[in-house]
Structure formats: structure tokens, C-alpha cells
């Protein structure tokens, strides 16, 4: 009985061992590095998308604004969340753009009054990086041991799927 014992307690520490260190590999354990940024945000041009997380023109949308991506080198995809869904059936609000400006009949402009903004990066792979949450968390207390008042309004860029830079507007 002590032997079973031993080797269910041995393979069990194991287990959990490789699971920490999966966790560290993918880069869970990666901090969240936030800067302060002494310029305007980049204006975006891009497409809202108001409706529900699995309605198709929500695909559409972001299809669109890739192959806009595609065509213009150097840009990055950005999201600004603007009413974030709770659930599946939830409405939402969301815009969907590129740091290029683009002459085109469906794309709408974002340019931002803010003349500095806090940057916060992110790595590791997306089964482990931090929720929105918890990285905005992370950017309010930066915020507050600054004395900085942020505006509501926080930029998700896509740098790549390892690599997210969230950008959060400081009011002047």
C-alpha cells in the first residue's frame, strides 16, 4: 500500500512539475511590460462591426481589414473594443482597423486628442497569455503609482499571435 502510495505521489509531482514547465515554455509566466509613451497614437483607418461574437459579418470584417493589412507592409492589425460582450448572445461594438490610412468606402478613421499613452506588452502563446482583465488591471495600477488619469479607451495591436501591445490613452 505504501509503495502504491509512493509511486501515485511520484508520478503525480511529476505531472504537475510538466505542467508548470509547459506553462513557462509558452511563456505564462512572461510579465507585462508597460511604458509610458511620449507621442500621439498612430491614426487608424478601419470598419466597426456592431452585433453579436459568432454573426458572420463579424468574420467578414476582420477578412477585410487583413487583406487591407496584407496590402500595405508594416502595418498591424488594431482593435478598440468599445462595448465588450458578456456572452455568446451579447451585443458588441468594436472597431477594426490598421495603422495606414486607406481611401476606401467602407472604412472609417480613428485619430486620437491624447498626446501620450501607456503601452503595455504582452508575450507568450495565446493558451497562456493574461486575459484583458488582468492586463488592464495591470495598466491602471501603473497608471495610478504615476498619477496619470486614463482616458476609457484601450487598443488592442496585433503584433503577431505571440505578441500583443495594448495602448491606453492618458488624458491630457
Not at 509531482?13 to 511604458?35: A, K
Amino acid at each position: 500500500m505504501n509503495r502504491r502510495l509512493l509511486i501515485i505521489s511520484l508520478i503525480l509531482i511529476f505531472v504537475v512539475g510538466m505542467g508548470f514547465w509547459l506553462f513557462d515554455q509558452m511563456g505564462g509566466n512572461n510579465p507585462i511590460e508597460i511604458s509610458l509613451v511620449e507621442k500621439r497614437p498612430e491614426p487608424l483607418s478601419g470598419i466597426y462591426f456592431v452585433g453579436v461574437p459568432g454573426d458572420e459579418r463579424l468574420a467578414k470584417a476582420f477578412e477585410t481589414i487583413e487583406a487591407q493589412k496584407s496590402l500595405h507592409p508594416g502595418t498591424a492589425l488594431h482593435t478598440i473594443y468599445e462595448i465588450e460582450p458578456a456572452g455568446k448572445l451579447d451585443t458588441m461594438r468594436v472597431f477594426i482597423g490598421i495603422n495606414a490610412l486607406i481611401s476606401a468606402d467602407l472604412m472609417e478613421y480613428r485619430q486620437f486628442e491624447s498626446s501620450r499613452f501607456l503601452l503595455a506588452k504582452v508575450n507568450g502563446s495565446k493558451w497562456v497569455m493574461p486575459g484583458p482583465n488582468t492586463v488592464k488591471e495591470k495598466i491602471i495600477s501603473f497608471a495610478d503609482s504615476a498619477n496619470l488619469k486614463l482616458s476609457e479607451i484601450y487598443i488592442d495591436k496585433i503584433i503577431s499571435e505571440r505578441e500583443v501591445h495594448v495602448i491606453a490613452l492618458i488624458k491630457d
